[in-house]
């Protein structure tokens, strides 16, 4: 341990974030990161505990406490304390394919567990993996490493989001010959698309991809399997399939008025943004635009609050966001101790900047739509929103949310964006390989492994277990990663 008293003499300092004003100019990321110096003073402060709970990745009342990817964080920790940046990125690099995606976009599940949270600030954790991976590019120790052997063995990923990309990595680096099919023009999946460029810069991926097939994964872009390339034609071309194409299934909103011109899926808008941002540098009419308009955001997760911020650069005239549950707490609760996930009221980057633009927090708590108003035309102009209310339902015993009766009310509206969750994988593409899935629609994997169904096919990411963190979809791709060398060479090393 390099600083025993590092946590008692230096304060949290975090990459500032630019103001408001600067950051909404633009769709670049907005954090200034630390100096070499003051990272190393904030890697000091790692206790270095007894029990790590920052890398523990455990489960605590349905929550996750501490990284999924069990990331050896005390250890890179102390690397960073003593400058030793090239041996901690290999230890982050030894848990984590790829640590420049998370330390843009995780929310930091190590940091709610640190045992200097309990009483305290915690390590800027985050912070540190981002020195360590950025140092590793800018002095080349990020670089490909190409295997000596290839196995003879092909295996085929579909879909290129975090976890496709993790498998594809891990099985490429045991020496198997690895293609990914993405149906989209780029490669990411969520990330490319799903993300806001202010959040992870594209070049980011990009210059990850690049590693990659240096080493050797073969990507093909726009290819949308189970329907340009058949199921059957991948089986028997490659000895393994990894299904890992999301919970790219929308939850829409049944109400009256829903066929109204204006209404979009949150992920429609904001692909539709960094699309254009990528090709055309966001010319007017290429995207789905949100200057001038009333704007109201359905969802109040990440996703909903990535559309906060999109609208706001756009130049919305107004923005609303909608959240069914009440306001959260704003420190934890008495039956919400530490290292349990803090369920509290967080204000993200979206909501900080509608409320410097705007004068308010854009948030309305118990509150839904009830009805999309229509104008002559067929263009939405307005919406009814109901307040809710928490009541027992007497047939389960859950408690649901109701309306509340005669507080119905009407705001302007000219932009619907649903950000109400996914509901698991999209059914043409199970249907193609026969795949069963469950109540929710995710792929089901034989008493609780990644292999499916039927024979030679595994799943991995969101599609197998549900939406959630791009982080946790790296340690499933890494899991499924693992059962398939197993299943082809007898043994695994990974």
Known sequence: MGKPTGF???QREEARAYSVKERIK????FHEPLSREEQRRQGARCME???????SGMMLCGMISGCPLNNLIPEWNDLVYRGAFEQAYQRLRSTNNFPEFTSRVCPALCEKACTCSANGDAVTVRNNEYAIVENAYREGFAHANIPKVRTGKKIAVIGSGPSGLAAADQLNQRGHSVTVFERSDRVGGLMMYGIPN???????IDRRIEIMKEEGVEFRTSVNVGKDV???ELLADFDRVILACGASNPRDIKVEGRDAEGIYFAVDFLKSTTKALLDNGLQEGTFISAKGKNVMVIGGGDTGNDCVGTAVRHGAKSVLQLEMMPKLPDTRAENNPWPQWP???KTDYGQEEAIEVFGKDPREYRTT?????????????GAVLVKLRSEKDEKTGRFMMKEVEGSEYQVAVELALIAAGFLGSESYVTSSFGVSTDARSNVAGENGSHKTSVDRVFTAGDMH???SLVVRAIRDGRDCAREVDLSLMGYTNL
Do not use: H, W
Not at 26 to 29: G, T
């Open 465 to 467: 277990s549900g939406q």
């Open 26 to 29: 633009n769709f670049n990321e």
């Open 230 to 232: 058949t199921a059957k």
């Open 343 to 345: 369920r509290v009221c």
């Open 8 to 10: 008692m003499e230096y």
């Open 198 to 204: 202010m959040k992870l810069e594209k070049t980011v």
């Open 369 to 381: 739509v009830k009805q999309f108003i229509k104008d002559k035309d067929g263009k939405l102009c």
């Open 49 to 55: 505990c007894g029990v790590p709970f920052c890398q």
